[in-house]
């Protein structure tokens, strides 16, 4: 009797143990876990397999499928998957927010300059910046220099889009006493035309080569400039016969800094109402600028046409063109501000009266 009794507790025992085990054998197929990332970033190729950061005993259906990430925003995204050890097809939906999470993209053309004390350049057109999303990034200079101190100043090109996204970019600015001080020496061209400039109508830019002793392969600056309908007319390769300190332009309005390039195709400032009277700006069209919105000359901001003026002598070459293999994109200026009691004056003018500066 006592042996059938342990028989039987021990049979008892071994079934439950049996059933323990099925159950936590069942259980174990029965489980199965899936997270899913919820933020894409703007642009990027991407696909329901994306989404998934680590997954246990699920296979999924879609996930090739694509998601656009186009456009920023929320979307929701189907994610659709099998239970392997079950079969069981289920879903799940996710609210998906498309970001830009990718940070402008600083090119600096120098990074570093030397001048000689009580010297002012505009530094700005050392470095492009491109973006995914933005076309209107500024880039603007950090740090702390004096124009009249001799020393070495690093700086930096900082870029930030609308996203928060934002990039920087070392320079180095070195001011001198005295011009022998200059511990290197960019080499002259032997004629006297140290630059050539290239118009392209295409991505409206102007770019300034430099003579590096053999021909003009130094990209030295890019300038967001304006030209034309009559512009295409000009494509062409020119020397600069004149230059002008205020000129009449159609319209009856006046450009500072003018220098011809061919007939009635010249560089100057957006126009004036007034001769001689820098606080008279066509405000409006200054805000054109990276556009098509002149008459047919290349309208520039003021410190990057008095660079011409200054810098280029007469004879310089100048080419025209409509090139669409240039991908150098037009650097956004900052407008001017059309409700501002300064509006009248370029921003960039380095005339001592002017308010933008003070």
Known sequence: MKKKIALIIILTLMLAGLSFYTWQHYKVRQRYAVVLNDRLSYGEESKISDLVTSSENIELLNGDEAIDTAELGQQTVTVRFRQIYTGEE???EVTVSVQDITAPVITVLHDSEQIVKGQTIDLLPYAIVEDNLDDHIVKKLEGTFDWNTPGTYPVKFVAEDASGNRSEADFTLTVVEKES?????????????????????????????????????DLLKIFTCSTGDSTPKRIGTWKTPVNYRWKWLFGDVYGQYATRIISTCLFHSVPYFENNKPDSLEYLEYNKLGTAAS???????????????????????????????DTIPVQWLEQIDVNSPNRGWDPTDPDPNNPWRK
């Open 295 to 325: 008459m047919g000359c290349v309208r520039l901001r003021v410190i990057d046409v008095k660079w011409i003026y200054d810098n280029c002598p007469i004879g310089t070459t100048v080419i025209i063109k409509d090139d669409p293999t």
């Open 181 to 217: 001080d200059l511990t290197s020496v960019y080499p002259h061209n032997p004629d006297g035309y140290d630059y050539k400039l290239i118009v392209n109508i295409h991505n409206q830019t102007v770019r300034i080569y430099r003579w590096d002793g053999h021909d003009y392969n």
């Open 90 to 92: 289920m879903s799940r």
